[in-house]
Structures are given as structure tokens and as C-alpha cells.
């Protein structure tokens, strides 16, 4: 029987036996014994299962990953040091010198940085588009050399809504996978598996983690992106690996393919690998996330309703908003709610908004969202402050913008806190 989303937050991945502990056990060992050489050799050519090097594999990390993986509905999962590295290693598993993605223009601005600057250096080209484009005009920045295509479920800072059935048509339309960065949905509200997305990434330090004590990330492949029907678009996974003893990943591991190429050589070769400990944490937070989740969305809703009304804001953007330009979008793929996160602008200057925020009590300024704490951010102000006002908006991003991550804390004290500092400017 499928269980329902809340039942595998708790229950999945780790399940104790009789005897064992019930909190799954933190395995801290960088290494294993075997008995035999012989044996220790086959894992080394994937001809045995289990672990030599928790530079590749863990027990604790793929308890937790299986836990992921079994929310999103997905075929395998890996975790990796940091979201950054989950979506790096989501693209590089499929793209070399040489090739060619598509990505949308409105995603996090590290991950914009990571595919337009750190990947150029390595001779991989990204084309970022405006994802509110339709369909005949995405098709124009399809290239032969085109080997995915990327975008966020709710785009951080600006909580725009993808349009996942446009982009998997895209995709899929030219033989090539959608990966999508689920961060700010969680599968609790969200599973781009069931609209048409192949892979799916995680900063888990986000709402997964909730609490701000650990950095991670996860990829989570579905399973159905049919590899060997496009052979040859993707060598690295339809043809045998040298660096493996020749192993062919899509024949030989079929829908656990691309996890296990990426921790054969991505994993083996750059080592972002998740700290035992951390993925620890991590769980608990995962086993309480769907009560997160609906608490930030309720939050998120009032508050931003009560931004709407005030006369000292000059607008608002959350998707659960029948005013928001992303609501039927909302409505057919977060029908739950979207998150926690929403952006607004002051009416006033930006020496204004940096009182405003200062003004603040209960939400702190901080570098971190999706959290169980309320924060903010003012991307003129601090993490973009290099850039001119024109300089954001071709960015996307409006100067008087402000990230505020609903959390949750009693949504009338939130709202008091927001209404005490307006009233000082």
C-alpha cells in the first residue's frame, strides 16, 4: 500500500529491525573491513553492494536519501554536501565541454552564478530563459548540443511558479531530461515527478533541514527518462565508462543509472560528500516537516494578506494570492500551498526599507530562508548591494525587494512585528 506523504516523512528510509536502535544510528567511519581481497575488489567494480569509503557512500546518508527518495516518488537518491553541489552534479552527470543547457533566467542566484560563469570555464554553455516565454519561443534556444533543461518549482527570491507540463513538452519534446530544483515546495507540497520532471535537486538546508543546523543537498532521479532511446546525446551514460572498467551505467544499473554514475565518478572525483552526522540532522527535521510546511503556508497566506492591505507597501508577491500573476499555477501544481517565503517592496527609498528592517524584533535580518524562525533579506542591501537598481531589475530582481520567510512563530505576533516597524518610517 502507498503510504500517504506524512506517514513517509516519518517512516521511510530507515527502519530498525528487531534489536536495533530505534533513532537511526550515525555510522562515523570513514571506512569498512572485508574478509577477503576478493571480495573488497568487486566492490570496487560495482559487482557487490555495499560500502568501502564514506567518500562515496554512507549508511546514515542513504537512509535519509531513501527517506527523499521515497517522498518525491523517485527511482534512487544521493545526498551531497550542499544544494549547490546537488545541482551541479544534476547537470555536470549529463553535460561536458562541448555541450549546451537551457536554464530558466529566475533561479537562485548562486546556482545562476554556478551555470553561467563557474561552468562556462569548463567549456559547458548555459542559455538562461525567461520561463513565462511560451512553448514556440523556449523551442528557439534548443540547440543539437542541448543535453537538459533546468528551472525551481518556486524561484528564489521572487517565488515566481514554473509551468512544469510547458517545460517537461519542452524537454521531453527533444529528448532531454527536465531537472528541477524542489527546494522551496518540498514534496509535502510538490512532486515535479507526477508533471512531467525526470530529476529533481534539494538545498535540504532549507525547510527539509528547518531548523538552520546543517548544509546539504539531494538529487533524486524518477527512473524514467529513457537514457539508451537517446544514445547518442548522452555517451557518458550509454557508453562504457573507462574509468570504471568499462561499465555501461544505463544498461547495466537501468533505473538507478544516473545515482550511480554520479556517485561512481562525480562523487569518487570531487568528494561533496554529506557528513554522517549532518544527514542525522537532517532526518529530524524531515520528520516533522509536513507540520512545518502547512504551518509556514497558513502564516505566509495572513501575512501576506496584511501586506496587501497596508497602504505603506507598494506590492506584494506570493503565489497562494488570488492577485498573484502565478495563482492558477499555484492552484494546479501547489494546491496545497506553495511555502513559506513571499517578497514585497516598501513604498519608500532604499535608506527607508534598511530602517524598516532594523525596525524589525521578532524576524531576523539573516543570510537563510525556509526556516522554522522568520527572516528576511534585502537583496539590494546585502546580497546583491554591488549592483545598481538597473542592474537588478535585468537580473530580475526589483531594487525595493524584500525575501521575507514566513516561519512559525504565532502569526499574529509576525504581523504585530511587521506593523510596530512600518509605523517608524
Not at 379 to 394: G, M
Request: aromatic share 10%; hydrophobic share 40%.
Amino acid at each position: 500500500m502507498e503510504r500517504k506523504i506524512e506517514t513517509k516523512c516519518v517512516m521511510s528510509g530507515y527502519r530498525p529491525g528487531n534489536g536495533d536502535p530505534r533513532q537511526m544510528p550515525i555510522i562515523q567511519s570513514t571506512t569498512w573491513k572485508y574478509d577477503t581481497s576478493e571480495f573488497m575488489g568487486k566492490l570496487f567494480d560495482l559487482e557487490e553492494a555495499g560500502y568501502f569509503y564514506t567518500r562515496l557512500q554512507n549508511p546514515t546518508n542513504d537512509n535519509v536519501a531513501a527517506k527523499i527518495c521515497d517522498m518525491e516518488g523517485g527511482a534512487a537518491a544521493m545526498l551531497t554536501s550542499s544544494g549547490q553541489a546537488a545541482n551541479f552534479f544534476a547537470v555536470f552527470n549529463i553535460c561536458t565541454c562541448g555541450d549546451h543547457f537551457i536554464s530558466s533566467s529566475s533561479i537562485y542566484g548562486g546556482t545562476f552564478n554556478l551555470f553561467g560563469v563557474s561552468m562556462a570555464k569548463m567549456g559547458i554553455e548555459c542559455t538562461f530563459v525567461d520561463q513565462d516565454l511560451p512553448l514556440e519561443e523556449l523551442q528557439k534556444f534548443v540547440k543539437p548540443n542541448t543535453k537538459c533543461i533546468f528551472a525551481e518549482t518556486i524561484v528564489n527570491p521572487t517565488v515566481n511558479v514554473l509551468d512544469f507540463e510547458k517545460f517537461a513538452t519542452l524537454a521531453h519534446s527533444n529528448g532531454i531530461p527536465l531537472i528541477i530544483d524542489n527546494t522551496f515546495a518540498t514534496p509535502v507540497n510538490c512532486r515535479p515527478f507526477e508533471f512531467g520532471a525526470d530529476i529533481v535537486t534539494h538545498s535540504t538546508t532549507k525547510y527539509m533541514d528547518g531548523h538552520g543546523c546543517q548544509v546539504g543537498g539531494c538529487i533524486v532521479d524518477s527512473g524514467n527518462f529513457d537514457w539508451m532511446a537517446h544514445a547518442e546525446k548522452f555517451p557518458g551514460m550509454c557508453t562504457p565508462d573507462e574509468s570504471y572498467h568499462g561499465i555501461t551505467y544505463a544498461t547495466k544499473f537501468g533505473k538507478a543509472a544516473f545515482i550511480t554514475k554520479a556517485t561512481a565518478q562525480l562523487m569518487r572525483d570531487f568528494g561533496s560528500i554529506q557528513s554522517p552526522q549532518n544527514a542525522f540532522y537532517l532526518n529530524l527535521g524531515l520528520e516533522s516537516l509536513h507540520v512545518r510546511m502547512e504551518r509556514h503556508c497558513s502564516n505566509a497566506l495572513a501575512v501576506a494578506k496584511f501586506l496587501e492591505a497596508n497602504d505603506k507597501i507598494a506590492w506584494v508577491n506570493y503565489p497562494d494570492l488570488e492577485s498573484s500573476k502565478y495563482h492558477a499555477l499555484q492552484q494546479k501544481y501547489l494546491p496545497k500551498g506553495s511555502s513559506g517565503v513571499l517578497c514585497f517592496g516598501l513604498k519608500a527609498d532604499r535608506a527607508a526599507t534598511e530602517k524598516f528592517m532594523d525596525a524589525l524584533k521578532l524576524a531576523d535580518i539573516e543570510t537563510h530562508v525556509a526556516d522554522a524562525h522568520t527572516c528576511l533579506l534585502h537583496p539590494a542591501s546585502h546580497t546583491h548591494r554591488q549592483l545598481s537598481d538597473e542592474q537588478l531589475r535585468a537580473g530580475g530582481i526589483a531594487p525595493d525587494l524584500i525575501r521575507f520567510s514566513v516561519g512559525i512563530e504565532n502569526v499574529d505576533d509576525i504581523i504585530a512585528d511587521i506593523q510596530q516597524a512600518l509605523d517608524q518610517i
